[in-house]
């Protein structure tokens, strides 16, 4: 008994002492511990593409006529004659490249740093190596806007590449020791859109339900956030219908692929104020990020976008969906300080030409005073739109596919939009729609109807 209590009367002495010592400390000794303010890490490298200007692109050489050149240089009283040889050429070749003169007009000239033989063409000046294998371009060459020489590829990413200005004359080097970089995306602009069903698993037309019966069963799914077994479960109950849970999601994917073109034809009412954030579900059980970007006065979705990544491809995608709503008018747009929204939005106003205010936001409870402080209470209204969401979201815990991820999110924006009542209205809907006799569309069939009407 006496050894097993040893141990612990030991230890509480030992105890009584350490605090007595941490006491003493603190009553005699003044422990600075606040870190400085203004705290910035040396040597740490930034790539903003907002405060330089875009790169020179350099220009592809046009193509030109050399019977129109020999004619001006006839004119001129300066005609071009042919080329006395006194050796053939070494290299088989058919004309130039660039005007289209034939052979009597090229003649040799020296060779290229890699050992191939240089021609040129004594119509143009156009000098070229033909054996020399043509590299794979898929992109122009870029130059420096500081000192004009061309720029080299520093880094490869996904979705875009990071060139780099290596001459040590640049000024931008010279005064500010930085060297310039620029980032060029590899995709296609006029292509960017939204996620969306891509196909129809069933025809709604042709199902041997009624519309009512699949209305009602997107409004116990969507509306009420019930899972797919749950819905079955309602179903059997309510109205004595057995399914399958996979023919609801069958019906679910079906009617948001139908709905998905004809959601862009909806006329809101813009503010001129919109506020993009993401958020995180699971499909497959992997997270994905859900893009969406609302209304910061009204509270309505004005799009979403689902992507496995969280990068500056699916930011500059929504915000291609809300530039394409405002018709290039101008708008605020609130976000967060992630880097990827300030790449969007840069990016956004040189090819898109959009006139965007950027205000970010940063923390939870910003001091008075700043953007920050002022546009933080939209920032708020769509943490509350998400956290609506994951009320429906929360049974599912993981969709099964990614189209039924993408078909959830867009009735649930029809039904958020058009369908719920919400408190800060007063109870009202935040986007009502009217049917051709002028009464509001209050459930799932009228929506649906309005949608085949509109078609």
């Known amino acids: 008994m006496f050894r097993q209590l040893l141990p612990v009367f030991l230890l509480t002495h030992l105890l009584n002492f350490l605090l007595k010592i941490s006491l003493f400390a603190l009553k005699h000794f003044k422990v600075d511990i606040q870190p400085p303010v203004d705290l910035q890490p040396s040597g740490y490298k930034v790539l903003s593409p907002l405060e330089d200007p875009l790169p020179l692109v350099e220009k592809v050489v046009e193509k030109k006529d050399y019977k129109k050149i020999l004619a001006e240089a006839e004119a001129q009283g300066k005609p071009i004659s042919h080329v006395r040889r006194i050796k053939p050429l070494c290299v088989d ?80 080097w010279l005064n500010h020791r930085k060297r310039y970089r620029f980032r060029a995306f590899d995709v296609d602009f006029d292509e960017l859109s939204s996620s969306s069903p891509n196909a129809a698993p069933v025809n709604l037309a042709k199902s041997h339900f009624s519309p009512f019966l699949i209305a009602q069963t997107v409004n116990l799914y969507v509306g009420l956030g019930l899972s797919l077994r749950q819905t079955v479960s309602a179903l059997q109950h309510i109205w004595q ?53 609302c209304d910061g006065l009204r509270g309505f979705i004005i799009s979403q976008h689902l992507s496995p990544h969280r990068d500056a491809l699916a930011a500059l995608t929504i915000l291609k969906e809300v530039i ?3 018709n290039n008018r101008e708008f605020i747009l609130v976000t967060d300080k992630a880097p990827i929204y300030d790449v969007a939005v840069h990016f956004a106003s040189v090819f898109f030409g959009a006139n965007i205010r950027h205000r970010p936001v940063l923390g939870i409870s910003p001091p008075p005073g700043g953007d920050s402080h002022t546009y933080r209470p939209y920032k708020n209204r769509l943490e509350r739109l998400f956290g609506s969401y994951k009320a429906h979201y929360k049974r599912h815990k993981s969709f099964s596919s990614f189209e039924g991820a993408i078909a959830h999110a867009l009735l649930y924006q029809l039904y958020y939009n058009h369908l719920k009542p919400h408190e800060a209205s007063d109870g009202k809907v935040l986007a009502p729609l009217k049917d051709k006799h002028g009464h509001q569309v209050d459930n799932w069939a009228k929506l649906i109807q309005w949608f085949v009407e509109l078609n």
């Open 324 to 326: 394409d709503r405002y």
């Open 241 to 293: 219908v057995q399914l399958s849970h996979q023919t609801i999601q069958n019906w679910v994917v079906s009617l948001a692929s139908k709905l998905a073109p004809l959601v862009k034809s909806i006329n809101l009412p813009l503010s001129g104020l919109v506020v993009i954030d993401e958020t995180y579900i699971k499909v497959k059980g992997k997270w994905h990020y859900l893009f969406t970007a």
């Open 93 to 172: 070749v058919d004309k130039c490249p660039v005007c289209g003169a034939p052979p009597d007009y090229l003649y040799s000239f020296g060779k290229d740093p890699d050992g191939f033989q240089k021609l040129q063409c004594k119509v143009c000046k156009h000098q070229w190596a033909p054996g020399k294998p043509a590299p794979k371009k898929s992109r122009p060459t870029y130059r420096c806007p500081f000192c004009g020489s061309a720029l080299i590829q520093d880094k490869t990413r996904k979705n875009f590449t990071v060139f780099k200005c290596r001459n040590d004359n640049c000024p931008k």
